[in-house]
Protein backbone atom coordinates (compact mmCIF):
# COMPACT_ATOMS: atom_id res chain seq x y z
CA UNK A 1 0.00 0.00 0.00
CA UNK A 2 2.77 2.53 1.21
CA UNK A 3 4.43 1.33 -2.29
CA UNK A 4 1.30 2.28 -4.12
CA UNK A 5 1.36 5.65 -2.37
CA UNK A 6 4.96 6.53 -3.40
CA UNK A 7 4.33 5.91 -6.62
CA UNK A 8 0.98 7.67 -7.10
CA UNK A 9 2.56 10.76 -5.31
CA UNK A 10 5.68 10.65 -7.68
CA UNK A 11 2.92 10.45 -10.58
CA UNK A 12 1.43 13.66 -9.68
CA UNK A 13 3.71 15.96 -11.39
CA UNK A 14 3.57 13.57 -14.73
CA UNK A 15 -0.16 12.99 -15.34
CA UNK A 16 -1.76 16.35 -14.41
CA UNK A 17 -1.47 17.67 -18.33
CA UNK A 18 -2.72 15.84 -20.66
CA UNK A 19 -6.50 16.66 -20.37
CA UNK A 20 -5.25 20.13 -19.19
CA UNK A 21 -3.03 21.00 -22.28
CA UNK A 22 -5.80 19.33 -24.53
CA UNK A 23 -8.55 21.58 -23.21
CA UNK A 24 -6.00 24.70 -23.81
CA UNK A 25 -4.99 23.21 -27.33
CA UNK A 26 -8.39 23.15 -28.77
CA UNK A 27 -9.30 25.34 -32.18
CA UNK A 28 -10.44 29.09 -31.24
CA UNK A 29 -13.77 30.47 -31.96
CA UNK A 30 -14.17 32.02 -35.15
CA UNK A 31 -16.13 35.09 -34.79
CA UNK A 32 -19.46 34.41 -37.67
CA UNK A 33 -20.77 38.19 -37.59
CA UNK A 34 -18.05 38.86 -40.41
CA UNK A 35 -20.77 36.67 -42.64
CA UNK A 36 -23.18 39.24 -42.04
CA UNK A 37 -24.40 41.26 -45.18
CA UNK A 38 -21.91 44.29 -45.36
CA UNK A 39 -18.86 42.76 -44.21
CA UNK A 40 -16.23 43.52 -46.67
CA UNK A 41 -14.37 40.21 -47.84
CA UNK A 42 -10.65 41.19 -46.31
CA UNK A 43 -12.29 40.64 -42.89
CA UNK A 44 -14.17 37.26 -43.62
CA UNK A 45 -10.23 36.22 -45.21
CA UNK A 46 -8.71 37.27 -41.72
CA UNK A 47 -10.90 35.41 -39.90
CA UNK A 48 -12.18 32.40 -41.76
CA UNK A 49 -8.82 32.16 -43.69
CA UNK A 50 -8.59 31.25 -47.36
CA UNK A 51 -11.43 30.05 -48.96
CA UNK A 52 -11.80 26.18 -50.30
CA UNK A 53 -12.76 27.81 -53.69
CA UNK A 54 -13.34 31.20 -55.57
CA UNK A 55 -14.84 32.11 -58.35
CA UNK A 56 -17.04 34.77 -60.05
CA UNK A 57 -20.06 34.53 -60.80
CA UNK A 58 -21.38 37.81 -62.77
CA UNK A 59 -20.69 40.50 -60.96
CA UNK A 60 -20.15 38.66 -57.76
CA UNK A 61 -17.75 36.35 -56.46
CA UNK A 62 -18.67 32.96 -54.72
CA UNK A 63 -16.06 31.59 -51.69
CA UNK A 64 -16.60 28.14 -50.05
CA UNK A 65 -14.85 28.23 -46.61
CA UNK A 66 -14.32 25.28 -44.76
CA UNK A 67 -13.27 25.82 -41.17
CA UNK A 68 -13.28 24.27 -37.46
CA UNK A 69 -15.50 26.20 -35.07
CA UNK A 70 -13.86 25.77 -31.63
CA UNK A 71 -14.18 27.57 -28.25
CA UNK A 72 -13.28 30.90 -26.39
CA UNK A 73 -10.43 31.21 -24.61
CA UNK A 74 -12.87 31.71 -21.26
CA UNK A 75 -14.46 28.06 -22.02
CA UNK A 76 -11.01 26.79 -22.90
CA UNK A 77 -9.31 28.13 -19.49
CA UNK A 78 -12.72 26.65 -17.72
CA UNK A 79 -12.19 23.41 -19.20
CA UNK A 80 -7.94 23.67 -18.17
CA UNK A 81 -8.74 24.55 -14.25
CA UNK A 82 -11.64 22.00 -14.36
CA UNK A 83 -9.15 19.01 -15.58
CA UNK A 84 -6.42 20.24 -13.43
CA UNK A 85 -8.25 20.44 -10.06
CA UNK A 86 -9.83 17.28 -11.17
CA UNK A 87 -6.11 15.46 -11.77
CA UNK A 88 -5.45 16.96 -7.58
CA UNK A 89 -8.16 15.80 -6.12
CA UNK A 90 -8.34 12.19 -7.63
CA UNK A 91 -4.00 12.33 -7.44
CA UNK A 92 -3.99 12.39 -11.14
CA UNK A 93 -6.73 9.59 -11.85
CA UNK A 94 -9.06 11.81 -13.65
CA UNK A 95 -6.68 11.64 -16.51
CA UNK A 96 -8.45 8.27 -17.53
CA UNK A 97 -11.35 9.65 -17.86
CA UNK A 98 -10.24 13.54 -18.65
CA UNK A 99 -8.09 12.47 -21.90
CA UNK A 100 -10.62 10.77 -23.98
CA UNK A 101 -12.92 13.21 -22.66
CA UNK A 102 -10.83 16.03 -23.71
CA UNK A 103 -10.30 14.16 -26.83
CA UNK A 104 -14.18 14.21 -28.06
CA UNK A 105 -13.71 18.24 -27.66
CA UNK A 106 -12.41 19.25 -31.18
CA UNK A 107 -15.01 21.98 -32.26
CA UNK A 108 -17.31 21.55 -35.34
CA UNK A 109 -16.10 21.29 -38.92
CA UNK A 110 -18.49 23.87 -40.77
CA UNK A 111 -18.78 24.85 -44.31
CA UNK A 112 -20.02 28.56 -45.44
CA UNK A 113 -20.58 29.69 -49.15
CA UNK A 114 -20.45 33.39 -49.11
CA UNK A 115 -21.48 35.18 -51.88
CA UNK A 116 -19.97 38.90 -52.03
CA UNK A 117 -21.22 42.01 -54.32
CA UNK A 118 -19.13 43.98 -56.73
CA UNK A 119 -17.62 45.87 -53.95
CA UNK A 120 -16.36 43.26 -52.67
CA UNK A 121 -18.66 42.95 -49.47
CA UNK A 122 -20.93 39.98 -48.23
CA UNK A 123 -23.75 40.08 -49.78
CA UNK A 124 -25.44 36.40 -48.45
CA UNK A 125 -23.89 33.33 -46.90
CA UNK A 126 -25.18 29.87 -45.85
CA UNK A 127 -23.72 27.18 -44.09
CA UNK A 128 -23.75 24.19 -46.05
CA UNK A 129 -22.65 21.73 -43.32
CA UNK A 130 -21.64 21.35 -39.97
CA UNK A 131 -19.86 17.76 -38.09
CA UNK A 132 -17.75 16.13 -36.31
CA UNK A 133 -14.31 16.43 -37.14
Known sequence: MLLH????????????????????????KKDLSVLKPGTERDLVLAELGTPVS???IGNDKKDIYTF??????????????????ADVFTLGLWEIAG????????????????????NDKVKESTTLSVTDP
Open 5 to 28: LVAVSLLIPVLPGCAVVMAVKQPP
Open 54 to 56: SEK
Open 68 to 85: VQGYSKGVKASRAVFHGA
Open 99 to 118: TPLEGSFDGKKISERVIYDA
